[in-house]
């Protein structure tokens, strides 16, 4: 684990940004691109933000994957930028920057499994007014950004519980803690094999950089520490895998418009 650098006192990497052949930049979404939410719906991208990575894919030698855990069908959705690719779910499903959808994880029938869960745990929760049981149809998530802390702490005991009988029965699940959120998977599904498998197509000469704020990043920040800079969205930051970090969302906007300057001049 790293103590990241401040990246817009890393002049060192400007060269960078002019010289490098290709840029690929996977962002994740909620939290680095957007703020986060109370609710997900409400985490929306401005207008200024869609024509900046409108101009970065347009832009001479720049790729861009929004990597996120939203289920594909709502990036698709919140992000209506053409010539970008967008990884979904963890890394389960990709709509490539041509607009070919496909799954990068088979998963056989995890649908049935996450609508027996969303039955199992609605009850158990119905009188949970702060929480919020996300179903993505490959991913079960609750949401506890709204709850008290007392109630928090219930949904969090009642989810894992029915999760754990679950996997006492068998069923291939992991649990991954969030920024107010629990959610359970696949196992074998994550960011950084899903960022892996973006590599395997790209020269080496090609610069991978890496923008997320939660710990499903920590994964694709690991799959491109040896290809590019890593980039953490966190203040104040916390040991990370990243080597860089930014402050938030506006942050973010800022680099990348810097960025695009320099390979527009170079």
């Not at 594909?72 to 967008?86: E, F, I, N, T």
Request: proline share 6%.
């Amino acid at each position: 684990m790293y103590t990241p650098r401040y990246i817009f006192a890393s002049p060192d990497l400007e060269v960078l940004w002019q010289t490098a052949s290709q840029l690929f930049f996977c962002l994740d979404y909620d939290g680095t691109l957007v703020p986060i939410a109370s609710r997900p719906e409400e985490a929306r991208p401005t207008t200024a933000l869609l024509a900046l990575l409108s101009q970065l894919t347009q832009a001479p030698g720049i790729q861009i994957a929004i990597v996120s855990g939203r289920p594909l069908s709502d990036l698709c959705a919140l992000l209506p930028v053409a010539g970008m690719a967008c990884i979904g779910t963890h890394g389960l499903e990709m709509r490539t920057a041509g607009g070919t959808t496909h799954q990068l994880v088979p998963v056989g029938a995890f649908t049935s499994i996450v609508a027996r869960l969303r039955r199992d745990l609605a009850p158990l929760l119905s009188n949970s007014a702060g929480i919020l049981l996300e179903d993505k149809r490959y991913t079960l998530a609750l949401h506890y950004r709204l709850a008290q802390p007392a109630e928090a702490e219930y949904a969090i005991a009642q989810f894992l519980t029915v999760i754990r009988t679950y996997q006492k029965k068998g069923v291939t699940l992991e649990v991954l803690q969030g920024k107010k959120v629990i959610e359970v998977r696949p196992i074998g599904v994550n960011k950084g094999k899903a960022i892996q498998s973006l590599r395997e197509y790209r020269d080496k000469a090609t610069v991978f950089v890496s923008l997320g704020d939660d710990a499903t990043d920590e994964e694709a920040f690991q799959a491109l520490n040896d290809r590019g800079p890593t980039i953490l969205v966190a203040d104040p930051p916390q040991p990370t895998a990243a080597r860089f970090y930014l402050k938030n969302p506006e942050e973010v906007s800022r680099f990348l418009s810097r960025v695009l300057r320099l390979r527009q001049a170079a």
